[in-house]
């Protein structure tokens, strides 16, 4: 199958919960590669970098309906294995459907089109590091080599950038900054001003006035 040698345990886990009877896999749609294809709608699991969509997106939205799957660890067990030896701990981090943002920022116009959709799954997992000196010298000598699903906790299926903001603009004043974002989701200052981005280019909201060096904000009318 195209592409196959290349898909971690996560990828492969995704892939095949979306697979209805009939699918197809793999599917070379004009040069790109559709992982699922049910009927007209094509199905791409992207678990990072949605910067490497930007070429294939047009192609799949102009012959068909696509849903993009993107998964969100909101609980992460870590595996470090090193000399056969394995150690398991449970990441303090949790993931949140706002994180979808720090990817949205490559792709923050794709929500316009009324043929294309994202569902951010929200999942527990396992994540596999081991030790290797050489690769691994920015992290202390540890390699991420795989994730792997535990189970789905939530699906949350996101049709347009207006789903994403009215989530959090009940937390919101009449003007706001991209610190008020990231306090309203709960979420690092980064994650704020990637919302703030992704906002302003989906013409949902407009920059009204600055405050020092950060930008106000108001809705659209």
């Known amino acids: 199958m195209i592409g196959t040698l290349n898909e971690g345990p996560l990828h492969q886990a995704l892939k095949a919960l979306y697979a209805r009877p009939g699918s197809r896999e793999e599917v070379n749609i004009d040069g790109f590669v559709g992982d699922v294809v049910n009927g007209n709608q094509i ?15 047009p192609v799949f939205l102009s012959t068909h309906t696509l849903k993009l799957v993107h998964p969100i660890a909101q609980k992460r067990t870590i595996v470090k294995v090193q000399n056969d030896a394995e150690s398991r701990r449970v990441s303090p981090k949790h993931g949140s459907l706002f994180d979808i943002f720090s990817e949205l920022v490559y792709i923050p116009n794709a929500l316009s089109d009324p043929n294309f ?12 590091r081991e030790y290797d000196g050489l690769r691994g010298r920015r992290k202390r000598g540890w390699v991420t080599t ?8 939530e699906v949350v299926t996101v049709g347009s950038m207006e789903d994403l903001f009215s989530r959090m603009a009940g937390e919101l004043g009449r003007t706001f900054t991209s610190a008020d974002l990231a306090e309203a989701m709960g979420r690092p200052r980064s994650v704020g001003q990637k919302a703030a981005y992704c906002f302003r280019v989906a013409g949902l909201t407009r920059v009204i006035d600055k405050n ?6 108001e809705k659209s009318e």
Do not use: C, H, M, P
């Open 212 to 217: 020092g060096n950060e930008l106000v904000y």
């Open 117 to 128: 959709e994202i569902d951010v799954v929200l999942i527990e997992e396992e994540e596999r």
């Open 146 to 153: 795989g994730r792997s699903l535990v189970r789905v906790l």
């Open 43 to 57: 199905v791409e699991i992207q678990t990072r970098g949605f910067g490497a969509l930007r070429k294939k997106l």
